[in-house]
T-cell receptor, first 115, second 113 residues
Framework: AQSVTQLDSHVSVSEGTPVLLRCNYS??????LFWYVQHPNKGLQLLLK??????LVKGINGFEAEFKKSETSFHLTKPSAHMSDAAEYFC?????????????FGSGTQLTVLP | DGGITQSPKYLFRKEGQNVTLSCEQN?????MYWYRQDPGQGLRLIYY???????QKGDIAEGYSVSREKKESFPLTVTSAQKNPTAFYLC????????????FGEGSWLTVV
């Protein structure tokens, strides 16, 4: 079995300050990990993914995430928040079983950026 | 351009009606998925299909039906048996191997009137 826990349902930051969105996972197999962003009434857009290569992954719009196996974490960060970053963010785990049932979404973190 | 197209974007259903949401992809992906998203909540899996002419129930399949007659198409029917269908529906697809990205459509809003 696998699971994904996004530790904060809401995060609020001021524009220009760092962003940290936390994701912990559990998986019996070597996971692939993804972060997606969803703006209101839109589909999910891929920000970045980890697939057992470099543990520090850089994505679009200045976001990056670090895979820490010892901590089973894949936290998303950005050095300086922009107003356009306000959205919902989802952490996703896919395992190597190949079964669609092994694709697991976190419950989401709503990011608010204050002017 | 390759991608996933969902239609319609907005749909209204009367009580007792069946409605069908369309999902088409030209990415040549084998696996396709339907998710339901309620306001302020995460995604819940309704149905998925790993190959043409095969599909499996997800976590909340009751009141829904699907078909997969063609690789590029995976329509979702919301039947009258679904008692609370008002939600945002997302279709997705991916190549089955681990590490491959899941791609999403733009979503469809279904409202019961």
């Amino acid at each position: 079995a696998q699971s994904v826990t996004q530790l904060d349902s809401h995060v609020s930051v001021s524009e220009g300050t760092p962003v940290l969105l936390r994701c912990n996972y559990s998986s019996s197999y070597s996971p692939s990990l993804f972060w997606y962003v969803q703006h209101p009434n839109k589909g999910l857009q891929l920000l970045l993914k980890y697939t057992s290569a470099a543990t520090l992954v850089k994505g679009i719009n200045g976001f990056e995430a670090e895979f820490k196996k010892s901590e089973t974490s894949f936290h998303l960060t950005k050095p300086s928040a922009h107003m356009s970053d306000a959205a919902e963010y989802f952490c996703v785990v896919i395992t190597s079983s190949g079964s669609a049932r092994q694709l697991t979404f976190g419950s989401g973190t709503q990011l608010t950026v204050l002017p | 351009d390759g991608g996933i197209t969902q239609s319609p974007k907005y749909l209204f259903r009367k009580e007792g009606q069946n409605v069908t949401l369309s999902c088409e992809q030209n990415l040549n992906h084998d696996a396709m998925y339907w998710y339901r998203q309620d306001p302020g909540q995460g995604l819940r899996l309704i149905y998925y299909s790993q190959i043409v002419n095969d599909f499996q129930k997800g976590d909340i399949a009751e009141g829904y039906s699907v078909s997969r007659e063609k690789k590029e198409s995976f329509p979702l029917t919301v039947t009258s048996a679904q008692k609370n269908p008002t939600a945002f529906y997302l279709c997705a697809s991916r190549v089955q191997e681990t590490g491959n990205t899941i791609y999403f459509g733009e979503g469809s809003w279904l409202t019961v009137v």
